[in-house]
């Protein structure tokens, strides 16, 4: 998500600090919620898959499950989301596929961020592949045991081997942009 913008348009620590106090300001109770997130980051309600997609990335960082992102949550996301490395971005990106948390990723996995990210990303690529024919590509190259399902070594080993399976799989829609965009907004 963003990874190759987040080099491009790496985040300086004042713009992070900048982050940390508008969490500050806005959540004085310590405690981050969806809604908070989504007004944060300037995510419209009128956008079903934008708002799908922010609501995946908050209950994938949200580790203690209490609908919340404390203040160590909030950083962790954005230092993972804005600084990290490809390892651990990758190892995060299987996390959000990986909806019911059993380790393995099956075809509706899958297919429902690709869905989301296609809609997200349909008005400014060059897509011709349906999110059926990319997730069905995906499998023919990542499930190397050919069991109907990816694993977290299969689904870095992929990523790391093609660049395609890459691109598809990193979940790149350019976080950085959105937090530059609107980090500054906030009064």
């Keep these: 998500m963003g990874q190759e913008g987040s080099h491009n348009e790496e985040m300086g620590l ?3 600090q900048e982050l940390c106090i508008v969490f500050m300001k806005e959540c004085p109770s310590g405690a981050l919620h969806l809604h908070e997130l989504r007004r944060i980051f300037g995510v419209p309600s009128s956008s079903a898959e934008e708002s799908l997609y922010i ?5 994938s960082f949200d580790t203690n499950r209490d609908n919340a992102l404390d203040f160590l949550e909030y950083v962790a996301a954005l230092h ?3 600084r990290g490395n490809l ?10 596929y990986d909806k019911d948390g059993n380790g393995r990723l099956d075809r509706q996995e899958v297919q429902r961020i690709i869905r989301i990210i296609y809609k997200i990303k349909l008005p400014t690529s ?11 590509r995906i499998f023919d190259l990542v499930d190397q045991n050919q069991d109907g399902q990816i694993s977290l070594s299969e689904f870095m080993e992929g990523a790391q081997q093609d660049e395609w399976v890459m691109n598809m799989l990193k979940l790149d829609v350019n976080v950085t942009g959105w937090v530059l965009q609107n980090c500054g907004r906030l009064p």
Excluded: N
Aim: net charge negative; aromatic share 10%.
């Design 87 to 96: 390892e651990d971005r990758l190892k995060w990106s299987f996390k959000m």
């Design 80 to 82: 993972l989301l804005l």
């Design 55 to 59: 609501e995946t990335v908050f209950h």
């Design 126 to 136: 060059d897509v011709s592949m349906t999110p059926s024919d990319i997730c069905d």
């Design 14 to 16: 004042a713009q992070i």
